[in-house]
């Protein structure tokens, strides 16, 4: 899952919110030292994002989506269909949350500012610059897709084939929303499942 997913399966707390959020730019193994001053709300979002991508990442539904795209795309697939998912979640976003997509966007943009003391040094450039570029709306267009596969295909050389992914999303659109239909619902109740479980 990428940005939108992980922060609207994170629920309503902040904390949690912004664990989830900034859990791909903490790595290793969450050891006392390392989690030191960190309070257990966000300690739980950041497992939470963990979990999330174990499960989707393990899940057949996921898996059927990234044999197709790995036609195109080979060993990238999995970051495509992360941003594909990404794409169903924003068009389709009235079918997901009570808010709309923009209303959404800018709370959340809201709760990143507040929380900046959260988030760690080596990604608030990049927090900059999604606020600035309002990427979580972007997300629902090809065009916007278009754009967030331009931005990833720059960070390695083995990415330059996502430029292919716009294209792939675009023809083969019906079988991937049909993928996403069937996984999201699933994911969203094993999130929920998570938090309740592991909130001490």
């Not at 791909?24 to 994002?49: A, M, Q, Y």
Request: glycine share 6%.
């Amino acid at each position: 899952m990428n940005f939108l997913a992980h922060l609207l399966l994170s629920g309503d707390d902040e904390e949690v919110i912004i664990g989830n959020y900034v859990g791909d730019f903490i790595k290793g193994r969450l050891t006392g030292d390392k989690i030191i001053g960190w309070s257990e709300e966000f300690l739980l979002g950041v497992k939470l994002h963990r979990h999330i991508d174990m499960y989707t990442d393990e899940h057949p539904i996921v898996r059927d989506a990234k044999h197709k795209a790995a036609d195109v795309l080979g060993k990238t697939a999995g970051i495509a269909i992360d941003i594909y998912f990404d794409y169903f979640l924003a068009k389709y976003f009235n079918q997901f949350c009570s808010e709309t997509l923009d209303g959404y966007s800018a709370r959340i943009y809201e709760v990143i500012r507040r929380n900046d003391p959260l988030i760690p040094v080596h990604m608030k450039s990049m927090v900059r610059t999604m606020i600035k570029q309002d990427w979580l709306n972007t997300y629902r267009t090809l065009e916007g897709i278009k754009l967030t596969f331009g931005r990833l295909s720059r960070r390695a050389e083995f990415l330059d084939v996502l430029n292919l992914a716009e294209e792939d999303l675009e023809k083969n659109e019906d079988f991937y929303h049909e993928k996403f239909n069937l996984f999201f619902p699933l994911l969203q109740k094993e999130a929920a499942r998570f938090i309740t479980e592991n909130r001490q």
